[in-house]
């Protein structure tokens, strides 16, 4: 009795994990991405932060490059998301002559302080500046937020600082309305559609 009752333990423990390894190796299910459209003016507040922070807004390693998902990335993804969302206090902007400001790991700030310092984090990390595209979207109540959108082998991802959850792209029921170039993090594209872009692989 006890075998049996541990061996349905061992068996319940690990089934996760073998489907996990199987998506991982075998037939993986389609792979949603962001539809890219024509350039676009990149925010002003970024073209600001860009001048400041120029070491944060250069082209590195291969274009457009897709970050390797596995195991490893999930944790540092999660950590990042997690930690980044806890050092910096929710705050917005008081209104000023330069209207928004966006800035590096403050202590306190609002939407797009949160991404641009988990990207900041993230390539540290060593993933691939490409990989890691500033976002700017719609709430369902139609106001402007900031996200930042890991590009992976396994579709894109959207680190929010309003939820620890992170999932895909067309999960999160934000309008995105523009993304940075995989290029050049200065240059930004628009997002052409709702729609996913989806590849099997």
């Known amino acids: 009795m006890r075998a049996k009752f541990w061996f349905a333990f061992l068996l319940g423990v690990q089934m996760p994990v073998a489907a996990y390894a199987a998506v991982g190796e075998g037939a993986r299910p389609a792979v949603s991405r962001v539809a890219e459209g024509g350039p676009t003016l990149a925010p002003f507040a970024h073209v600001i932060f860009c001048q400041k922070t120029p070491g944060d807004c250069v082209s590195g390693g291969r274009p457009n490059a897709e970050a390797v998902l596995d195991d490893e990335g999930w944790r ?44 900041h984090r993230l390539i540290a990390l060593g993933w691939p500046p490409s990989a890691l595209r500033l976002a700017v979207a719609r709430t369902g109540r139609g106001e402007g937020h900031a996200v930042l959108v890991a590009k992976t082998d396994q579709g894109d991802y959207v680190l929010d600082n309003r939820s ?11 309008a995105f309305l523009k993304m940075q170039s995989g290029s050049d993090p200065q240059r930004w594209l628009e997002v052409a559609s709702e729609d996913a872009v989806s590849e099997n692989r």
């Open 76 to 119: 540092s993804l999660r950590r990042v998301n997690d930690d980044v969302n806890a050092a910096i206090r929710p705050t917005s902007d008081r209104p000023g002559p330069l209207g928004d400001v966006w800035s590096l790991a403050p202590r306190r700030g609002d939407c797009e302080d949160y991404a641009i310092t988990k990207r």
């Open 164 to 174: 620890r959850r992170i999932l895909r792209w067309n999960e999160t029921k934000l």
